[in-house]
């Protein structure tokens, strides 16, 4: 059973390193045309070119596995704006990619709270499907078969409505984005069972996330959800992707700790080693790459389980 841990989004021990840099649609409608090309035309070569050395670092410490930002193209599904992110940039989308199949690396993204893929609202699903249509014309770019975590959404006016609402429209998505979709259970609404049976039903793959499902169980009992869960990964040619925080405190349990308390990823493992299954994990923690590399060395200390490098290790049953 191989474990390859992975991070989300910012590397922390680049300094000045970042392909989060971004303009508001404030500051966009001030200034003039020609001064608004020449500013999103040096902001988004600059997260490109950031996102390849981030990349590069990854790659130089064993890192195949991260999440990139949903926030790489300033106000790219922003209603009152439209350019080009793509032909004019195309060699540094090109260049990204062929790296990425290159070093064989996984990478996924997840959209903010306002992709609501089953809101009520013909406003804000018309923008949902606008913005996984952007990360579909992203992974396009590249080259490579992305991958988009969701969540299920609204619960208005109530869980069943919402989860029949969901499946209708993700009836409207074309079959390339279908395809690109993951759905993973929250910490407040939707528990990891109820998230299971839609995964179920739209034949979609489900992240676990076990945090979430720490803060909102309902009345599931992972233990049998598991089997259920590795299945829906069955047909993707993917190890099953599962996500793990720990909390920041009792009082804010909902909210990610800086680092990975080890005792409690060790009993995550252990749940999940009589399957004997690869997964990739993804460590949701506000302290990122460092703290990444932190538990890797806390558990060489703590166990016997047989590391391949920093980041990919083996559990034996």
Request: net charge neutral.
């Amino acid at each position: 059973m191989r474990i390859r841990l992975g991070y989300v989004a910012i590397c922390k021990t680049l300094d000045k390193v970042s392909y989060n840099h971004t303009m508001t649609y404030t500051n966009y409608q001030k200034l003039s045309e020609e001064i608004r090309k020449e500013k999103l035309d040096s902001i988004i070569k600059t997260n490109l070119d950031h996102l390849f050395l981030i990349l590069n670092y990854n790659v130089q410490n064993h890192i195949s596995f991260f999440r990139f930002s949903h926030n790489l193209i300033p106000l790219a599904t922003h209603q009152g704006v439209s350019f080009d992110y793509i032909t004019p940039y195309l060699d540094r989308w090109r260049k990204i990619g062929n790296y990425i199949k290159e070093h064989q690396l996984r990478m996924d993204s997840h959209p903010d709270q306002f992709c609501v893929l089953n809101s009520i609202h013909e406003s804000v699903l018309k923008q949902s499907i606008e913005m996984l249509s952007f990360q579909y014309e992203l992974y396009k770019s590249m080259g490579i078969p992305g991958k988009v975590v969701l969540h299920v959404g609204s619960s208005v006016p109530n869980k069943k409505v919402a989860l029949e609402r969901l499946v209708s429209h993700f009836q409207l998505l074309s079959s390339e984005i279908q395809e690109m979709i993951l759905l993973e259970n929250d910490d407040k609404t939707f528990t990891a069972g109820e998230t299971l049976s839609l995964c179920e039903t739209l034949h979609v793959p489900m992240v676990l996330d076990y945090h979430h499902y720490r803060c909102n169980p309902g009345n599931d009992d992972i233990k049998l959800l598991l089997p259920r869960i590795l299945k829906t990964w069955e047909s993707t040619g993917l190890p099953p992707k599962m996500h793990f925080s720990s909390p920041k405190s009792r009082k804010e349990k909902r909210s990610h700790s800086v680092t990975i308390e080890v005792n409690q990823f060790i009993s995550f493992l252990e749940l999940l080693k009589p399957y004997q299954t690869d997964i990739d994990i993804m460590l949701e923690c506000k302290g990122k790459d460092e703290s990444l590399f932190r538990l890797s060395r806390q558990l060489r200390f703590y166990t016997n389980y047989h590391f391949f490098n920093e980041t990919i290790f083996e559990i034996s049953d």
